[in-house]
């Protein structure tokens, strides 16, 4: 069973940068396509970015294409480097992975997940 942990969430200014980090445990990290979440207030969980086993392989969100950069690393920790920020990405970010070979973007196809981090852009 994987574990997860994120980290790497505050709060930032307009127009700032920020990097949160996932670091996995429990389980073989490469058999999994990685992604990230995010969850405003009062509103379903989004997806925002996913990268493939080999790390080559990314897909992004309309809102954030552009902006964000996901990557992962040997050492069994995935990024989402985020700039240009604005007060829409305020929101709890989770990251999670699934066992399914491929990208895909509904949250119910991840199997495991964070406890999510806090990001806070002020305006």
């Known amino acids: 069973q994987l574990h997860l942990v994120e980290s790497g969430g505050g709060l930032v200014q307009a127009g700032g940068s920020l990097r949160l980090s996932c670091a996995a445990s429990?389980?073989?990290?490469?058999?999994?396509?990685m992604g990230w979440f995010q969850q405003a207030p009062g509103k379903e969980r989004e997806f925002v970015a996913a990268i493939g086993r080999s790390g080559r392989t990314t897909y992004y969100a309309d809102s954030v294409r552009g902006r964000f950069t996901i990557s992962r690393d040997n050492a069994n920790t995935i990024y989402l480097q985020m700039n240009s920020l604005n007060s829409e990405d305020t929101a709890v970010y989770y990251c999670?992975?699934?066992?399914?070979?491929?990208?895909?973007?509904?949250?119910?196809?991840?199997?495991?997940w964070g406890q999510g981090t806090q990001l806070t852009v002020s305006s």
């Open positions: 999670a992975a699934d066992s399914a070979l491929g990208i895909r973007l509904g949250a119910l196809s991840y199997d495991y």
């Open positions: 429990g389980g073989t990290f490469s058999a999994y396509t």
